[in-house]
Structure formats: structure tokens, C-alpha cells
């Protein structure tokens, strides 16, 4: 028997040898779907989060949902932790493993992909990239409203299990919304169906959300909407993002619903002129983008009405933009993540979310912490409906700015906590932010979530570094 200990102090322990493991879930996956060596469990060690890394003893790639969950079964028959992973696109390390544990990834569960335009639905399993959804429902004029940053990438059990937004949450909320049903494996082997409408609805929303912590997602039924034929812009320029944040509230309490209202900051901008020339101006304190969607001519009028109402905000300079010049505007925006090495060779990016009037205070006091802790923080995010991602940037290689980058983050989810918003609005907690669980819930809101896990994992089997730890 050998064990291993986790940077947290838990034990994993393996009961049987290296190379019995192996063939143990070769048996049931196949010899080509269990991986040892050390290049793909370097790879499997990571997620898309800086500064976060594991070193699993298998990574195992199950085609199908009973595949799954007989892996699953198997880890915890022999005490093994499991980390649960879809796309390894998480911000928050909610897919990087514990030492010696089991990396079960659901990529390859990849079927079905099935649209039903009649029932405005599509069933696909849960290793489904997002952008494949679109794709499928685009043929027949459909489309899924959530729709975040890594779409192309990032699959969709991940996306529920983080409950994943995007730009358009404003107008269309986050993937929550959007789930009608839900295909999940436990720790005993089991798989369970569970659909909205029915009496098992609850699990529904209990799974949404739960980073694989309540089970793994084998395959998800989804709403689909009519795409809108017509879309809109106005780009506004703004002396800082205090306005930004302002002149957002202002639109909305007059109003108005974009399908989308986005920001980016200074630091943002110049790191995506850095990498591009997209002709952004870097007097600019910040930007905002501002999209309205339907059908014949009302969301021009929207537009039109939008930059009335905005003339009336101070510190704003507002247009129209179309054709070329609207879409370098939102591919900035959409660039500024894959832009920011260009300022530092490092970020942990931040996933708030805050009542829209107090976003003002918000990207204030953000602005304090980079100052005090000389830091660059890039600030941008889904603001319309209250969403920042403050990317914390620092050099990995250098001991002083790690420290200050950890101080920032916990600064930042301290200052949401204050302003009455939350720790997180698409990305999941994660390990990034599970040590401030006990500021941003009490003491009973805790235990009910210690009896959950409790309930559906006895043993802390699955994506144990996220489970709350208050036995």
C-alpha cells in the first residue's frame, strides 16, 4: 500500500500497484483511455489557472456514461480520489488534482449531440465542446444562449457544473437557466436521470453549480432559443471605469436590456493593443460595449435611444459603430484574456459578482488594491449584470509578486463580500477561492453544505480539494 499526501493534508491512498491500477480501469474503459505517462499527467495536472498544479497517478478518458461511472465506482471501491474534468478551461483550479489521485475526464463523452427544433431542445453528452452546440443548433436557426469565453474549447458538463454564463447573462441569465435535464454518475456506480418538472427537480439545481463535488455529469438536455436576425452596437468611451460602471447603471434604470453589456479597462486595453492593433485608443480610461438584439428595425431604434440617454452621463462618449468596426470591438474584448501575458508573464483571474449599484465602489477600491500592492490589475467582465473579472498580473518566478498577487485576490473577494456581492459569478470557487468560504457564508449555510456532500459522497471521493472540510 502506498500513500501520498496532498498539499492540504489529506491522504490518498493506493491499495494495489501502479501497473495493477492501470490495467484495473483498463478493464473497463480500454487500454487506450488510461494514461500514466508522464507527459499526459503533467498535462492532466493543470488547468487553465496559473500557479495551480497536481500530480495525479491516472488519467482516464471513459466514451460513455456507464464507462464512467464503473471508473467512478472502482476509484472509490479502492479509496482514491477522483477529480472530475471536462475541458481543463477552469479559472478557479476547479480541475486541478490531488497528488496520486484519479483525473476522470469526461471529453470524450462526446455523444449524443442531437438537436430537436421542434421541442426547442438539444440532448448532448457531457463532453460536448459548447461551440459544437452552436454549431448544431445554428442549422436550424437556434442557438444556446450561455455562452462563455472558452466556448470553443470548454465542454458542457463543465459548463454546469460551474454553472457558466457569459456576455449575454444579462439578457438571457446563466446556463441554469437554461438546463432542462441531467445525466450524473455517483460514487456507487449508479447513474441517475433527473429533468425539470419532475420530482427529482431539486437535483437539478443542486448539481448546477456543484464542481463536481455532488457527482459526475455524463449528459445534459438544454433549452434552445430562436437566434435574433438583428444586432446593434454603440461603443462607449469612458474616463475611467467608475464611469463605466455608472453609466451601465444609468441605462438600466432607465430601461433599457441589451443583450449584452461589456467592459474592459485601461490595463485591459493596452494589453490588447499590445497584441494587436485593433485601433483602440489608449487615453481611454475604459470602454463599453454595448449590444442590442431582435428583430426588424427595433434594435437600431434601442441603439439610437441608448446614445440619447447616455449623453446625459458624464464622462461618457458614445457612437454607433457597424460592419468592420463592430466586430474589432467585440474581438478585443473577446482577445483580452489570451492578451494579457503581454503585460506579465502571470494572472489569476478573479470572477465577482456584485449588485450593479455598487460596481462604482467596486472597481474603486480595485483600483486602491493594484495601487497599494503595485500590481497591475486588468478589470473587465460581463457588467451589465453586475460581473467583474479582475485579473490579478505577476511574474510566477518571482517570490515578492506572488505574494502580493495572493494578497490581491483576497483582497477583491473580501471587497465583493463587503459590497454584498458574491465570490463568484461563472467560474466556481474552485481552490482559488475555497479558502474564503467561511467570510462568504455562515456557519449553518456551511453545515448544510458539509450534509450534502456527506450525502452523496461518504467517502470524499470526488474533487475532494473543493469539498468544504469542517468535520
Not at 457569459?166 to 446563466?174: N, P, Q, R, S
Request: proline share 5%.
Amino acid at each position: 500500500m502506498q500513500a501520498f499526501e496532498s498539499p492540504r493534508g489529506y491522504q490518498v491512498v493506493r491499495q494495489v500497484s501502479g501497473s495493477d491500477l492501470q490495467a484495473r480501469f483498463a478493464e473497463i474503459v480500454g487500454p487506450r483511455q488510461v494514461r500514466s505517462d508522464p507527459s499526459s499527467l503533467a498535462a492532466y495536472g493543470i488547468d487553465a489557472t496559473v500557479g495551480y498544479r497536481g500530480y495525479p497517478a491516472l488519467a482516464v478518458f471513459p466514451t460513455t456514461a456507464a464507462a464512467a461511472a464503473s471508473a467512478l465506482a472502482l476509484a472509490g471501491s479502492l479509496g482514491l480520489a477522483v477529480t472530475a474534468r471536462g475541458g481543463g478551461t477552469s479559472l478557479a483550479a476547479g480541475a486541478t488534482p490531488l497528488d496520486g489521485s484519479i483525473v476522470i475526464c469526461t471529453e470524450l463523452i462526446d455523444q449524443p449531440l442531437a438537436v430537436d427544433p421542434d421541442a426547442l431542445s438539444v440532448r448532448c453528452g457531457a463532453g460536448v465542446k459548447t461551440a459544437q452546440i452552436d454549431a448544431a443548433a445554428a442549422e436550424f436557426d437556434l442557438f444556446l444562449a450561455p455562452d462563455p469565453g472558452a466556448r470553443a474549447i470548454s465542454v458542457i458538463g463543465g459548463n454546469v457544473a460551474t454553472n457558466a454564463g457569459g456576455a449575454l447573462g444579462l439578457a438571457y441569465g446563466v446556463i441554469r437557466h437554461h438546463v432542462l435535464g441531467l445525466e450524473y454518475a455517483t460514487v456507487n456506480g449508479d447513474i441517475h436521470r433527473v429533468r425539470r418538472g419532475g420530482a427529482d427537480e431539486g437535483m437539478v439545481d443542486l448539481l448546477i453549480g456543484s464542481e463536481g463535488t455532488l457527482g459526475l455529469i455524463t449528459a445534459v438536455d438544454l433549452a434552445l432559443l430562436p437566434a435574433p436576425p438583428c444586432r446593434h452596437s454603440l461603443v462607449a468611451r469612458c474616463v475611467d471605469a467608475a464611469a463605466a460602471a455608472r453609466a451601465t447603471i444609468a441605462l438600466l434604470e432607465r430601461g433599457f436590456l441589451p443583450a449584452r453589456i461589456e467592459f474592459m479597462d485601461d490595463v485591459a486595453v493596452r494589453a490588447v493593443q499590445a497584441a494587436r492593433d485593433r485601433g483602440l485608443d489608449l487615453s481611454v480610461g475604459a470602454y463599453l460595449l454595448i449590444e442590442f438584439v431582435g428583430r426588424g428595425s427595433r434594435p437600431q431604434r434601442q441603439v439610437e435611444a441608448a446614445l440619447q440617454a447616455l449623453q446625459g452621463t458624464g464622462g461618457i462618449d458614445a457612437e454607433k459603430v457597424a460592419g468592420q468596426r463592430e466586430r474589432s470591438y467585440w474581438e478585443a474584448r473577446h482577445a483580452i484574456t489570451s492578451s494579457l501575458a503581454r503585460v506579465r508573464p502571470g494572472k489569476i483571474g478573479e470572477d465577482i459578482c456584485l449588485p450593479r449599484t455598487r460596481l462604482p465602489d467596486a472597481v474603486d477600491r480595485i483600483k486602491q488594491i493594484a495601487a497599494e500592492l503595485d500590481l497591475p490589475i486588468a478589470l473587465f467582465g460581463h457588467i451589465g449584470d453586475g460581473t467583474l473579472h479582475p485579473n490579478v498580473l505577476y511574474d510566477p518566478l518571482d517570490e515578492d509578486q506572488r505574494a502580493r498577487a495572493a494578497a490581491a485576490l483576497g483582497r477583491i473577494a473580501e471587497t465583493s463580500i463587503e459590497l454584498g456581492g458574491v465570490l463568484s459569478g461563472e467560474h466556481g470557487l474552485g481552490r482559488v477561492k475555497r479558502d474564503h468560504l467561511e467570510a462568504a457564508f455562515d456557519a449553518d449555510t456551511l453545515a448544510v453544505f458539509q450534509r450534502l456532500r456527506d450525502a452523496a459522497d461518504p467517502g470524499a471521493v470526488l474533487n475532494r480539494p473543493l469539498q468544504w472540510v469542517g468535520r
